[in-house]
């Protein structure tokens, strides 16, 4: 279950990444300035870039090469609402999430990019959906550039909870990487119980290690339910 290991390393990396994409939603504010013109001392946390920008009634509508970035998040679409209150964020028309990661204690540099038709922050309830068509695709690189390795990991919707650190991918379920490929109705991660489940006629087939013959082979699980521990890398078949 190498690659199955990998997966859940992945889908553990996006947890992280929808809490930071629902902290940069919380801190926009449209609301009107006292000092137009005033110049801040500090560089603002959250840097917002559109062809136009309409605000009524507590939402601001920005259209035409929509950019939000935040550290090492870039959010971009060609249109997007953005209420205040309650606080929410909706990107149609192309949307994109890219995220660079520089991780020292393993030297390699993590890409995340996440594509869908529409991807919704709600910061309130600290809630990320993206549907449909939604690819996500994982790349890692080792700062020498000896290793590299990637996830793509396709569904219909995509769900996450910031404060459970729990993903949800349903319908149509692909998960494939170079030495693995899992597919099923659903995919659930939990990060409290380390446990990620594939359910609805799931399958994962990698390759692992034979110690008695020193070779790699095939490994296939089949069944209704997968469920595999991130802590013990028991994998068990229902």
Request: charged share 30%.
């Amino acid at each position: 279950m190498r690659g199955m290991k990998k997966q859940v390393k992945i889908l553990l990396a996006m947890a992280l990444l929808c809490i930071a994409l629902s902290v940069m939603a919380a801190e926009i504010s449209f609301e009107p300035g006292s000092m137009t013109f005033h110049i801040p001392e500090g560089k603002p946390d959250i840097v917002i870039t559109a062809n136009t920008m309409l605000v009524k009634d507590g939402i601001a509508t920005l259209e035409g090469d929509v950019r939000a970035t935040r550290e090492g998040d870039i959010l971009t679409c060609n249109r997007a609402l953005v209420s205040n209150s309650p606080r929410w964020l909706l990107a149609s028309l192309t949307p994109r999430i890219y995220r660079r990661e520089t991780i020292p204690e393993q030297k390699l540099i993590r890409e995340t990019n996440i594509e869908a038709r529409s991807i919704f922050f709600d910061s309130d309830k600290g809630r990320f959906n993206a549907s449909d068509s939604v690819n996500v695709k994982i790349e890692e690189r080792s700062w020498d550039l000896a290793t590299y390795s990637w996830v793509i990991i396709t569904a219909d919707e995509m769900l996450g909870f910031r404060d459970q650190k729990r993903l949800i991918f349903s319908g149509n379920v692909r998960i494939k990487e170079k030495d693995s490929y899992g597919r099923g109705h659903r995919l659930d991660y939990i990060h409290e119980s380390s446990t990620a489940i594939l359910t609805g006629d799931a399958m994962v087939e990698t390759q692992e290690l034979n110690p008695k013959t020193g070779k790699m082979e095939k490994r296939r699980l089949e069944g209704q339910k997968i469920t595999y521990n991130t802590e013990t890398k028991e994998a068990v078949s229902e």
